[in-house]
C-alpha cells in the first residue's frame, strides 16, 4: 500500500468581476481536510497557483496539513470524495475555474474539475460552498 507523501493541487479563480476572495478553501481528500493557504494573496481574480501539502511543502502551517501526519495511503484516497470547499468571510463569494490534483510528485493529472467550467462556478453560502472532483480515468486504448 503506497503511502501519499505528497499532494500537490492547483487552483484557477475565475477572470470575472467579484470572482476573487478573501475567504478560506480547503481541499478534502483521502477523508481529511486541508487548508489550501500561501503567503501569497490567494484567489485573486484570474489567478492560478499550485498548493502543495506534505514533501516540499509551500502552505502555511505545512505540519499541520501533511498528508504523512497521520500517514494517509494512496489506497485511502478512493475511498473517500476528493472535492474543494469554500469558506467565506463575511457576505462573500468565489468563483472557481477549475482545479487539478496530482498524488506524489506525479505529472499524471489524477483529479479534476468535472469539466472546464465556462465561466466558472460560484461558490458561497446561497449557491452551495462544495464542489466534488473527478479521478481521471485514461483513455481505453483503441
Same mark, same amino acid.
Given at each position: 500500500m503506497p503511502n501519499l507523501t505528497r499532494i500537490d493541487v492547483n487552483i484557477a479563480t475565475g477572470d470575472?468581476? *467579484? $470572482? #476573487?476572495? +478573501?475567504? =478560506? %478553501?480547503?481541499?478534502?481528500?483521502? *477523508?481529511? !481536510?486541508?487548508?489550501? +493557504?500561501?503567503? $501569497?494573496? +490567494?484567489? !485573486?481574480?484570474? =489567478? =492560478? /497557483?499550485?498548493?502543495?501539502f506534505g514533501e516540499e511543502s509551500n502552505v502555511r502551517n505545512g505540519n499541520r496539513n501533511d498528508p504523512r501526519t497521520p500517514q494517509l495511503t494512496v489506497e485511502a484516497v478512493d475511498r473517500f470524495? &476528493?472535492?474543494? /470547499?469554500? !469558506?467565506?468571510? $463575511?457576505?462573500?463569494?468565489?468563483?472557481? +475555474? /477549475?482545479?487539478? %490534483?496530482?498524488?506524489?510528485?506525479? =505529472?499524471f493529472q489524477q483529479y479534476e474539475t468535472f469539466v472546464h467550467l465556462d465561466g466558472g462556478l460560484w461558490l458561497s453560502r &446561497?449557491? #452551495? $460552498?462544495?464542489?466534488h472532483l473527478e479521478k481521471h480515468q485514461d483513455p481505453s486504448p483503441t
Open positions: 470575472r468581476g *467579484g $470572482a #476573487g476572495t +478573501d475567504g =478560506s %478553501v480547503y481541499l478534502g481528500i483521502g *477523508g481529511r !481536510e486541508f487548508h489550501c +493557504d500561501t503567503s $501569497a494573496n +490567494d484567489f !485573486e481574480r484570474g =489567478s =492560478s /497557483r499550485t498548493y502543495t470524495s &476528493v472535492y474543494i /470547499r469554500f !469558506e467565506q468571510g $463575511a457576505g462573500s463569494e468565489w468563483n472557481l +475555474d /477549475r482545479a487539478t %490534483v496530482h498524488l506524489n510528485g506525479s =505529472s &446561497v449557491s #452551495g $460552498a462544495f464542489l
